[in-house]
């Protein structure tokens, strides 16, 4: 009863607080009535788009659960100095939305390898393995053999496409590694990483495989030491031993790699000079390694030397699409993941909003009625929006209402991680503390090293033609076999031996009508570290938490 009161009251003077937060429109029905009106014509309008994909663009946001998307659509906003819930991201255009369940076969919650694994070759599998099915066993070379399965990469290689990755970790990492390797162990980048039984078995790294398995045109991320003989220097960072390169076999990759492309123009890379010499008319090949392992967070990318994945998408379409046969592109914005497991939100969600912008350049790089864009999570982690913020509130700000222990605590919080800070039965105060930061560690109610996964469905977002076949809520593994049927690609090619349109006819189906409202501009790496400008109802929200508390706390005592 006693607590039941106090969340009547609460809510009372939470609501009377932020009342007067609404925008003068928004108090009036007819702009709700208005807008629901025109997205529901938008939603008549659609017609399905049911030609064959020429291209395949897959953007994936690793860790990119729901929370994370809207948390990044209000950060999005607010750095355009606006409210930011009502926020319209480039993902919010895509008019087909779907969910992915994502356990692997071993696991309620799974790892990237698994749901790359998943996504990509069409098969559930076991936590840590990549490009293999279930009879795998972690770590275990001798299961890796004759349990190897392909990838819509490779798919799309075999039918003639040009193909390849572009990612903010290491090229060797989970998600790309599962579009060209077979892997018992998701850590086995370079010979380095493998146990002399393992290798003595047979099996090789992941870093030898991004050669020999599968012929890709474009490899653009991190991952330089793992392609270089043991002590080789780095050319970025000569005097750190720590990034030297690892290869105990004494194989430079990058010198294979080139020497593999003779007769062709092939460009290896490592800066954003030579990055941006790359001209993609008259280019082949491109690998494009800009750091020993993954790339520098975006809030802290050092833009003379390293390009965005803004940069790197679109370099890597303009040398993919002269392929008169398609393309199919993988664009992984992998830090997302690597800033939760850190209990970074600032991080997380700067990356998240960077691979947004990298979407809307896709977009803008590709023709709707070819191309079926798909940008969907592998997986979620432990983070959530709580309390009752005010509209406006920075997302990365803390709660107006203060915890019963009389303390301020964050919006967005952990269920577990390196944030948990108990001591002596007391949380830390952290009135004075910006937590908008992008180092601050945001609390977390069970204590780890490292956050978790979480093990919710991720959703899955559509574009292009067949783009409706990702509606509803499939296993992981389904959206693989449906990229493939709608691009003709591996075994199942019902979808172009039916009758097709020619080449000199009108489009069969219309593109999705535009969008009710249009997605904001780019957010430019000037204004990425630019503190949230927040609206009146934003004002309110740094109410004192103490006073409020101390308001119900009164109203307790009448």
Known sequence: MESARVATVSLFLLVAFGSCAAKVEEENPEFWRSQAQKTLQA??????????AKNILFFLGDGMGITTYTAARILKGQLQNQTGEETVMTMDTFPHVGLAKTYSVDFQIPDSAATATAYLCGVKTNLNTVG??????NGVCKTQKGNEVTSILKWAKDAGKSVGIVTTTRVQHATPAASYAHSASRKWYSDADMSDAAKAAGCTDIASQLLNNTDIDV?????????TPKGTKDPEYPWDFSIRGKRQDGRNLIDEWQSMKTGKVARYVWNRTDFDAVDPDTTDYLMALFEPGDLRFEAERDARMDPSIVETT??????LRKNPRGFFLLVEGGRIDQAHHSGRASMALHEAVTLDNAIAKGLELTNEE??????????????????YPFRGNSILGKSPLWATDMMPYTTLIYGNGPGYKITSGKRPDIRN???????????????MESDTHGGEDVPVLARGPMAHLFQGVHEQNYIAHAMA?????GTDLRHCQGPQQTSGSPPVVHTSPPVVHTSPPVVTSNDKNRAPAFSAGGALASLS???????LALAMMM
């Open 314 to 319: 679109e370099k890597a379409i303009r040398i």
């Open 485 to 489: 049927y709608a691009a003709c690609l």
């Open 219 to 227: 490899i653009i991320g991190g991952g330089r030491k793992y392609m």
């Open 43 to 52: 939603a008549l309008d659609r017609k399905l788009n049911t030609n064959v």
């Open 370 to 387: 070819e191309t079926l864009t798909i940008v969907m999570a592998d997986h979620s982690h432990p983070f959530s929006i709580q309390g």
């Open 545 to 551: 938490g103490a006073l409020l508390s101390a308001l």
């Open 132 to 137: 293999v099915n279930a009879a795998a066993r």
């Open 433 to 447: 503390v910006d937590t908008k930061n992008k180092d601050y560690v945001h609390q977390s109610a069970a204590p």
